[in-house]
């Protein structure tokens, strides 16, 4: 799993670099074999104005699929980049989820299908 994180309108300390790739890290969990790339942008909308704008986005490139991207938008970068981990993880199981039932779905109906015609043969 290869993680990118890129910042804007701020310059990115060492420490919210860590915290945002341990955070991601620790909830991907047992997926995270699963994410190909991680893209991870942070920024500060307003500048030193202040408010509800320290913006987290990630975007979780899988095999075989569209990416999963998850934004939000908070007063508290961390408390953004909390969150944003938390939905990046329940967004990717929902997606790999999704993915494997209709695996799943399509190979009973062709089972399906080969048994009936099978049927109406005999």
Known sequence: MHVEIKS??????LALRN???QRLQSSMGLVRDRAR?????LSDENGPRGGVDKRCMVAIRIAG???VVV?????????????????ALNSLVRRLSRNRNRRG????HSILDTADSSAEAA
């Not at 804007?8 to 300390?13: H, I, K, L």
């Not at 934004?71 to 939905?87: G, H, L």
């Not at 779905?105 to 009973?108: E, H, K, L, N, Y």
């Open 8 to 13: 804007q309108g701020f310059e990115m300390t």
């Open 65 to 67: 699929g569209a990416p």
């Open 71 to 87: 934004e939000d938008t908070r007063t508290d970068m961390y408390s953004a980049i909390d969150r944003v981990a938390k939905r």
């Open 19 to 21: 915290y945002t790739l």
């Open 105 to 108: 779905r399509g190979a009973r």
């Open 37 to 41: 790339h991680i893209s991870v942008h």
